[in-house]
C-alpha cells in the first residue's frame, strides 16, 4: 500500500524558519512533490526531488531522503503571505500517479 | 490556453441530479488527472488520462463516476445521481506526461455542492 504522512498544523513567525515534514511509504518511488495551496486556490508547484540531497530555490528548499522515505520542506524569512497548505506528494513510477498526503495548514503570525 | 481551466467554477444541484464538469488542459500536454479534495482535506485521485492509453481509473468512488477525454484534450467528468457525499472541490490537472519533468499544473477546481 501506499501512505504519505505529514502534520496537519504548524505555526511560525514572520520571519522565522518553519521546517515541514513529510513520510511517505510507497512501491516504484518516482519522485516527491511539494505544491503550495492557499485557501480556495488551486495548488501551485513549489519543488521535485527525486534524488537524494537538498534543494534550493529561493526562501525555500527541499530535502529528500529515499532510504528513509522522508522528505522536509524548509521556508525562510517566512511572510505573512505564506501562510497555506503545504503538500507532500509521490510519485509512483509504476503508475505515474501523485499520492498526495493531506497537507499542512501553516498559519504565520505577525 | 496560457493555463488549466475548468468549467463551472461553482455548481449547486439537487441530490439525485447528473452533473458534468469540464476541464481544459493545457495545450499539448498528453496527461490529465482529474482530484477531489474535501473540504479540509488532502487531494484524492480519481482518474488519469495519459494520451490514447486506456484510462487509469482506479480512483472512481463508485460506477456513478465517469469520465471521458475527447481528442486527447478536453475532459469531462459527469456525477450520476449525486449525493450529498459528493460535495467537494473537483480539481484538474494537466502535464506534459515526460519523464523527469512530471510537475501537475492545476485547474482552478469547480466546486460542487449537492443540496
Known amino acids: 500500500g501506499q501512505n504519505i504522512d505529514q502534520p496537519t498544523e504548524m505555526t511560525a513567525t514572520e520571519g522565522a524558519i518553519v521546517q515541514i515534514n513529510c513520510t511517505y511509504q510507497?512501491?516504484?518511488?518516482?519522485?516527491l512533490f511539494w505544491y503550495q495551496q492557499h485557501a480556495g486556490e488551486a495548488p501551485t508547484f513549489l519543488s521535485y526531488?527525486?534524488?537524494?540531497g537538498l534543494e534550493e530555490k529561493g526562501r525555500f528548499s527541499s530535502f529528500l531522503s529515499r532510504s528513509k522515505g522522508y522528505s522536509y520542506l524548509l521556508l525562510k524569512e517566512l511572510q505573512m503571505k505564506d501562510s497555506a497548505s503545504y503538500l507532500c506528494a509521490v510519485l509512483s513510477y509504476n503508475t505515474d500517479k501523485l499520492i498526495f498526503g493531506t497537507g499542512t495548514r501553516l498559519q504565520v503570525f505577525p | 490556453g496560457a493555463g488549466v481551466s475548468q468549467s463551472p467554477s461553482n455548481k449547486v444541484t439537487e441530490k439525485g441530479k447528473d452533473v458534468e464538469l469540464r476541464c481544459d488542459p493545457i495545450?499539448?500536454?498528453?496527461?490529465l488527472y482529474w482530484y477531489r479534495q474535501s473540504l479540509g482535506q488532502g487531494l484524492e485521485f480519481l482518474i488519469y488520462?495519459?494520451?490514447?492509453?486506456?484510462?487509469?481509473k482506479s480512483g472512481l468512488p463508485s460506477d456513478r463516476f465517469s469520465a471521458e477525454r475527447t481528442g486527447g484534450s478536453v475532459s469531462t467528468l459527469t456525477i450520476q445521481r449525486t449525493q450529498q457525499e459528493d460535495s467537494a472541490v473537483y480539481l484538474c490537472?494537466?502535464?506534459?506526461?515526460?519523464?523527469?519533468?512530471?510537475?501537475?499544473?492545476f485547474g482552478p477546481g469547480t466546486r460542487l455542492t449537492v443540496l
Open positions: 495545450s499539448g500536454h498528453t496527461a
Open positions: 488520462f495519459q494520451g490514447n492509453s486506456a484510462p487509469d
Open positions: 510507497t512501491s516504484g518511488f518516482n519522485g
Open positions: 490537472a494537466s502535464s506534459s506526461g515526460l519523464a523527469g519533468a512530471a510537475e501537475q499544473f
Open positions: 526531488n527525486v534524488l537524494d
